[in-house]
């Protein structure tokens, strides 16, 4: 992203953080005892420093056949081009995402006018640790089983992760192949000026994207990828209400650690609404002669703000 960008971002991302910086010891002042039993132990944190450390295995078997069939680009020799330069952070990355990796399966999806550059990695996620059920909040402890075994799930199934270079990365993404028809990566709850990179399968001619209010992107599919950025006058919208939400939430005066546990509430509440209202409503992907060959909408949970950094979520 470039530092004029940056700048007219920072001022929502800093409000939002000064915000909670502000009314969260008051929030999390209700359940000190509940705090004190999820607190990581310090085994628990070296554990947790060597296993983001540790290196991807390097895999040289076969891709599943299944799904070398429904992508071309994995299915073509690889290139030049898709070799990731020694030196790049992407190493880094997806230290901390994958436990193995096909690195003869490493794809160039994507090039900017602006030299960033977008690789495809497939490999295994690594497993994630789910907390305990009592330091999950409330209205999701009830999803801690499902949870659990969503983790399962995903260290056994193949996932592809997107990176890029050339530009300040936010970090890897990385998503299921199974899940490729649910569009994980484009209901991602952001307001961010970034491009959407997406992986898709062939016979894919392009990808329509539709909004709120029915603004709309069209995106052209080039060797199993399409790309495109959120329509500028949903994110200002968005981005609008929120600020506004902001200020009146924090301007006012709060005295006891109980309005101030409340605005937070509502604060992230509004974050929530506003993420909601920006995503987007409907993906379709579209045949050569304009076909719809698929749809699919965002998953009920899709904007939930937990786990969600603010500041990303509103400029990153």
Not at 30 to 52: D, M, V
């Amino acid at each position: 992203m470039s530092v004029a960008r940056r700048s007219a971002l920072a001022p929502v991302a800093l409000l939002v953080g000064v915000a909670v910086l502000m009314l969260a010891p008051a929030a999390l002042a209700k359940t000190p005892k509940q705090i004190a039993a999820c607190e990581t132990s310090g085994e628990s944190i070296t554990a947790l420093i060597e296993a983001e450390e540790s290196v991807p295995t390097e895999l040289s078997s076969p891709l599943e056949a299944g799904i070398l069939s429904r992508f071309a680009v994995l299915r073509r020799v690889a290139l030049a081009s898709d070799q990731i330069p020694a030196l790049s952070p992407v190493g880094g990355e997806i230290d901390g995402e994958l436990v193995s990796y096909y690195p003869g399966y490493v794809r160039q999806l994507k090039v900017f006018p602006n030299g960033s550059r977008y690789f495809m990695i497939p490999g295994f996620a690594k497993p994630q640790n789910v907390p305990p059920t009592r330091c999950l909040p409330v209205s999701e402890r009830h999803d801690h089983p499902a949870l659990v075994e969503q983790e399962h799930k995903l260290a056994a199934e193949p996932v592809y992760c997107i990176v890029a270079i050339g530009h300040e990365s936010g970090g890897a993404q990385c998503e299921p192949f199974a899940e490729i028809e649910q569009s994980p990566r484009v209901f991602t709850p952001s307001l961010s000026e970034a491009p959407v990179i997406e992986l898709i399968p062939d016979g894919v001619a392009s990808v329509r994207v539709t909004y709120l209010g029915g603004s709309s992107v069209l995106a052209p599919v080039d060797e199993n990828e399409y790309s495109f950025t959120m329509p500028a006058a949903v994110r200002s919208r968005a981005k609008t209400r929120f600020t506004k939400d902001l200020r009146r939430l924090t301007d006012a005066k709060h005295k006891t650690k109980a309005q101030k546990r409340r605005v937070l509430e509502e604060l992230l509440a509004a974050l929530d609404k506003t993420l909601v209202e920006a995503e987007p409503r409907k993906v379709e992907w579209l045949g050569s002669a304009g076909e719809l060959l698929h749809s699919s909408t965002p998953p009920k949970t899709s904007a939930t703000i937990v786990g969600v950094n603010l500041a990303t979520a509103i400029g990153g």
